[in-house]
């Protein structure tokens, strides 16, 4: 599906109940909240609107390759902790 990475948080976060949830970053070992990355896209993104083919479940966010199948790999974020 056709979406912003903003817009895939905010899916993601929908998922979690809104809960304070911990996301970790594709390659980086630092998770931040997931308010906070949201935050940092809208301010340092050269587009943040710009669209990609995702798909978001409760725990993940994954690229979609050409054909609509899951590009292989570790997934763009992933939901590390819900805090309680």
């Known amino acids: 599906m056709k979406m912003s990475i903003i817009q895939a948080l905010e899916k993601l976060a929908e998922l979690n109940n809104y809960e304070e949830i911990l996301v970790k970053i594709k390659d980086d070992d630092e998770s931040t909240p997931i308010d906070l990355e949201i935050d940092d896209i809208r301010k340092f993104a050269e587009d943040?609107?710009?669209?990609?083919?995702?798909?978001?479940?409760?725990y993940t966010i994954r690229e979609l390759d050409e054909n609509g199948k899951e590009k292989l790999g570790e997934p763009l974020y992933t939901v590390i902790k819900k805090h309680d």
Not at 48 to 58: G, S
């Open 48 to 58: 943040p609107d710009q669209t990609f083919d995702l798909m978001v479940t409760e």
